[in-house]
């Protein structure tokens, strides 16, 4: 990205009210600046949204559980801008997975349910879940089942 895009992008952030640093700027590389201010909202959106529920509980929120490769197949990092980041390319945004961040919080099956050990998601937690996915099949391909 040249730093004519860049400054432009860093602009059309900061008239949007949403901080981009050099990671979001990175991360937009290849794409134009409307993408890449669709990429770094749907980041706050995770970020300010998403990433607490996924961070509350202590040693029983879903980052601490999910923090080696011994616990599970997924594994976060602690950081909302590369958790995001892997979220998004391993497909856990789309609701058809079976595997999916959605379909692990709403199963049925307490045995199959997320948070293993904690207690469920609420309503609420799910809508924001489901509005946040919705935002990302609209500025990401999400790979089909």
């Known amino acids: 990205m040249s730093h004519f895009t860049c400054a432009i992008l860093m602009s059309l952030a900061s008239i949007a ?7 979001i700027a990175l991360a937009a590389k290849d794409t134009t600046a409307s993408e890449a201010l669709g990429k770094a909202k749907l980041l706050k959106q995770f970020t300010e949204s998403v990433y607490p529920m996924l961070t509350r ?7 601490s559980c999910h923090n080696s490769p011994e616990t599970s197949s997924l594994v976060l990092v602690g950081n909302p801008t590369d958790d995001y980041q892997l979220l998004l390319e391993n497909n856990y945004f789309n609701p058809r997975q079976p595997d999916s961040l959605l379909a ?10 997320m948070p293993e050990d904690g207690k469920p998601w609420s309503q609420r937690d799910i809508q924001i879940l489901r ?7 609209g500025h990401e391909k999400l790979d089909p089942l």
Do not use: L, Q, Y
């Open 57 to 63: 509980g202590g040693d029983k929120s879903c980052v």
């Open 104 to 113: 692990r919080v709403t199963h049925k099956k307490a045995s199959v349910r």
């Open 17 to 23: 009210g949403v901080a981009v640093g050099e990671d």
């Open 131 to 137: 509005s946040f996915i919705a935002e990302v099949k």
